[in-house]
């Protein structure tokens, strides 16, 4: 089966109708349920995504998505847990020519990982690190 892992912005586009990505992200929802396409993404994502809608507006949304994510058997989310950490600890601490988050050194760790190359992302942090930001383009069809 294949995997595609959703960052942030996946998820606060999916969520927002305001968002710029939003009927993209929908679209790629709808063909992550066509094709029965898995996603996986981390706690450390899905904090972020709560801290961005913390709002009193949305913060209903994002906390119902955290719990549909935990739920979902076609989400994986992965945990904090000590080795990852460590090697995205180590991958931002060694990283001084770029403006890689905390969490976005952990979703590279993890994908790498994970052997996957597709992240359903608009953030041009992930083409840095050599992967595909699929949420730039439209689902095939």
Known sequence: MTALFADTSFWIALSSRRDAYHGRALAWSRD??????????T?????????????????????????RCHRDAHIEVIPFSADPVDAAM????????????????????????R????ALTTDYHFRQAGFEAMLLSEPPE
């Open 115 to 118: 052997r996957l190359v597709q």
């Open 90 to 113: 180590q991958l931002y601490a060694t990283r001084h020519d770029k403006n890689w988050s905390l969490t976005d050194s952990f979703s590279f760790v993890v994908m790498e990982q």
């Open 43 to 67: 706690e450390a994502v899905l904090w972020e995504w709560m801290n961005a809608l913390s709002d009193a507006a949305t913060r209903r949304v994002a906390a119902a998505g955290y719990y």
């Open 32 to 41: 992550l349920t066509r094709t029965q396409a898995s996603i996986l993404t």
